[in-house]
């Protein structure tokens, strides 16, 4: 199974429509010079109706402590994997804070007022800013072309952010070296990003095989969340995923 992002919803109906499709996650842009950028009462408004935050919800067992050898990356993220898995069982979509290059305290707080499940950063951010979030974090991994799986691979710190996304593109519609990216994603699971479309993404999802991707523009008309394409783009991720399943299977 593939997960979904949609990305940059900027309404109710955009993150309505991504619920009804199916989607996994929703993103909310907090980001400075993002026009998809949001304020706190349009960000509230999106979560209100998308339902409770995890914080709100009735607080189960906790997971299981990560016992892995340290500094390994590769089962640091499957274990942030399973634990996203378990927190997508108590609610579904979560919703994403995506932020870039912003001060931490500006970041919890958006947080915090705006009722997030989880936090992006997607600038250039140092590692060690995820362990300064009071969310689980997604941390955004550039790969400019020329750049090898080993290279992202090693830059990648465990015991930080929970999961990672792959993305060369930042917003530009930019597809990534397939190649590259089905090496890091046989490694660990990788969230893709980049040029995605509910034309392509099947077949990136065979291709590289990612544990979640990633869409914004992809499912745009005239700079608007499409409800049509939203539903197309999860419907080809879900065929794909499932027939990437049941190969491995």
């Known amino acids: 199974m593939t997960r979904v992002k949609i990305c940059g919803c900027m309404r109710i109906d955009d993150a309505l429509a991504a619920k009804d499709a199916g989607a996994d996650f929703v993103g909310l842009v907090f980001a400075p010079k993002s026009r998809r950028r949001l304020d706190i ?4 408004a999106i979560v209100a109706a998308l339902g409770l935050p995890l914080r709100e919800l009735e607080q189960p067992e906790p997971p299981p402590l990560y016992h892995g050898p340290e500094g390994d990356a590769v089962e640091w993220c499957r274990h942030g994997a399973d634990a996203l898995d378990r927190l997508l069982a108590r609610k579904r979509p979560l919703t994403v804070g995506v932020f870039e290059d912003q001060p931490m305290e500006d970041v919890n ?41 080993r290279e992202v691979l090693v830059g990648i710190e465990a015991g930080t952010a929970i999961a990672c996304l792959l993305d060369t593109s930042r917003g530009r519609g930019i597809e990534m070296d397939r190649d590259v990216a089905a090496a890091v994603a046989a490694r660990l699971p990788i969230w893709l990003a980049g040029g995605l479309a509910p034309d392509n993404v099947g077949a990136i999802i065979r291709d590289v095989r990612p544990w979640a991707v990633d869409v914004s523009s992809g499912v745009e008309t005239a700079g608007a969340k499409d409800a049509a394409k939203i539903r197309a783009f999860i419907h080809a991720a879900e065929q794909a995923g499932s027939a990437v399943t049941e190969r491995r299977a």
């Open 41 to 44: 009462e349009e960000a509230q």
């Open 109 to 149: 707080t958006i947080a915090d007022e705006a009722g997030l499940d989880l936090v992006q950063l997607s600038g250039h951010e140092p590692w060690a800013d995820c362990l300064m979030a009071n969310r689980q974090v997604v941390k955004a991994v550039g790969a400019p072309s020329g750049v090898s799986a």
